[in-house]
């Protein structure tokens, strides 16, 4: 017998309203399961915290096996040996860009492409002069400028590289290219004939396109005094030509 029936055996031998028993007897007997809810409850909220702590315990376990393996199975890699960066004085500009450069250009001309680069705030690499150096050695063939000529676009455009489709457009456009440089440095018309006449043909196209000549070069084609072979040149070659450096 528990404690509510032995409590409700004594209120009927005491002679208690019978209502007020069985009010009381509904009372305790609520209490109770009230009681054993809470306790059930309690017991379920405990069994939850003993699986978390052996979850996590497990979860630990794991996580510390896992870094010895780590560490065993992967030793940390060397160091990699860095060269020391070359201490170029203040203000001054390295050389190597520029002395790649005047392999197809002049010193000036050289120069002048490096502070470009630098205006830019695009200075010049080793790799990125030698890159650029076979674009211009090439320009004679690709779009039919001397490399001085194509460096001096390159400058005029505010370019950052050189590409023959690029000098192309400026030249169908109407830039007109600076004569070339090499007929400033050698006489032409004293080379083997076919390196003169390769170059002689190369400096027609040019004028032909422009519609501009070379003093240099002697008179203009077809007048009195014209050193260029008549094999090479057209019937209307000259025509409406103007001469470079005269008054217009």
């Not at 007897?25 to 702590?53: M, P, T």
């Not at 996580?63 to 560490?71: D, F, L, P, Y």
């Not at 830019?120 to 000529?149: F, I, N, V, W």
Request: net charge positive; hydrophobic share 40%; with cysteine.
């Amino acid at each position: 017998m528990n404690d509510v029936a032995i409590l409700i055996a004594d209120m009927v031998r005491a002679g208690v309203d019978a209502d007020l028993i069985g009010r009381t007897a509904a009372a305790l007997s609520n209490r109770e399961a009230v009681q054993v809810i809470d306790e059930q409850a309690e017991r379920r909220r405990a069994k939850d915290r003993e699986r978390k702590r052996l979850r996590n315990s497990a979860e630990s376990a794991e996580n510390v096996e896992a870094a010895i393996s780590k560490k065993e199975t992967s030793p940390t890699p060397p160091k990699e040996k860095t060269t020391p960066k070359e201490n170029t004085p203040k203000g001054v500009q390295k050389k190597a860009p520029q002395a790649i450069l005047e392999a197809v250009l002049s010193q000036a001309s050289a120069k002048a492409l490096v502070e470009h680069r630098q205006k830019l705030k695009k200075p010049m690499t080793d790799r990125a002069a030698e890159l650029l150096a076979k674009h211009l050695a090439a320009a004679p063939q690709t779009c039919g400028l001397s490399p001085e000529q194509a460096a001096d676009l390159m400058i005029y455009k505010g370019w950052q590289g050189f590409e023959p489709e690029w000098a192309k457009n400026a030249l169908k456009a109407g830039y007109a290219p600076q004569p070339a440089a090499t007929v400033t440095r050698i006489d032409i018309y004293s080379l083997p004939q076919a390196e003169r006449e390769s170059k002689l043909a190369f400096f027609l196209e040019q004028a032909r396109l422009h519609r501009r000549w070379n003093p240099r070069l002697g008179a203009m084609p077809w007048q009195e005094g014209c050193r260029i072979p008549e094999h090479l040149l057209k019937p209307e070659d000259g025509k409406g030509w103007q001469i470079i450096g005269a008054a217009a």
